[in-house]
């Protein structure tokens, strides 16, 4: 499954060339060697990374940053990694990190699935949070989603015995797909009461993006599952 997850020819995301600006590109130039971490297609050592034991959280597609820049500052006792395809928000959240004097963030340009598959060793992260992923919502883009079952099977050998996955859109068709996708899966528990979603947990900051689709009527809906602590499915 994971040699099939490295020879994927479809990606859930369009690297489209946006215009970076001057201070995200002067971020990008003077901070990669602060926050950067290049994956050459080999396995990370994420504690030398760090230079420290602590739980380890990997974001996928983090956008311009501003949620997971939070949640470093609101929990100094994790370590974060946030992988995302996009130079501008690379740029930004590097900078803004920087001026906050956070210290327990890094951050990878790639994507991300190719990371988890030969960059992180097994059961090596305490959870992976995606939020607001692109929901390809016409039916034939509907391959491109990132949630597919040989992807969820990717996150549960990643992730140890208990740790979490947690995921977030407000695209209620894909939330549907998501619950789902996971549900069927051996290795992961719903923590939903209903098996479908849960309320925003507190550590997830509300985003701007967020807020401003709640104003238009757009409902938000998290899922929260946890690593079976039993691996005889894997």
């Not at 740790?163 to 051996?186: I, K, P, R």
């Not at 104003?215 to 602590?229: A, C, E, I, N, S």
Request: positive net charge.
């Amino acid at each position: 499954m994971i040699e099939d997850m490295k020879k994927r020819t479809i990606r859930s995301f369009v690297l489209r060339p946006g215009r970076m600006t001057d201070a995200q590109n002067r971020s990008y130039l003077t901070l990669w060697g602060e926050y950067g971490v290049v994956y050459n297609h080999g396995l990370l050592d994420l504690r030398k990374i760090f230079g420290r034991k602590a739980p380890i959280v990997l974001e996928i597609g983090f956008g311009m940053g501003d949620s997971l820049l939070r949640q470093t500052l609101n929990e100094p006792d994790r370590d974060f990694i946030g992988v995302e395809v996009h130079k501008p928000g690379v740029g930004r959240l590097m900078n803004e990190a920087k001026k906050a004097g956070v210290t327990n963030l890094r951050v990878i340009c790639e994507d991300a699935v190719e990371v988890l598959s030969g960059g992180v060793g097994p059961q090596s992260l305490e959870g992976v949070q995606i939020y607001f992923p692109d929901p390809w919502h016409k039916k034939r883009h509907h391959k491109r989603r990132i949630v597919q079952p040989d992807f969820i099977n990717l996150l549960a050998h990643r992730v140890r015995l208990g740790g979490f996955c947690h995921l977030a859109t407000d695209w209620v068709s894909y939330a549907e797909w998501m619950v789902e996708m996971f549900n069927q899966s051996a290795t992961w528990h719903n923590t939903s009461e209903t098996e479908d979603f849960v309320p925003r947990p507190e550590r997830r900051p509300i985003t701007k993006f967020e807020t401003r689709g709640e104003r238009l009527g757009h409902d938000v809906f998290d899922l929260l599952y946890q690593r079976k602590r039993s691996d005889q499915h894997l």
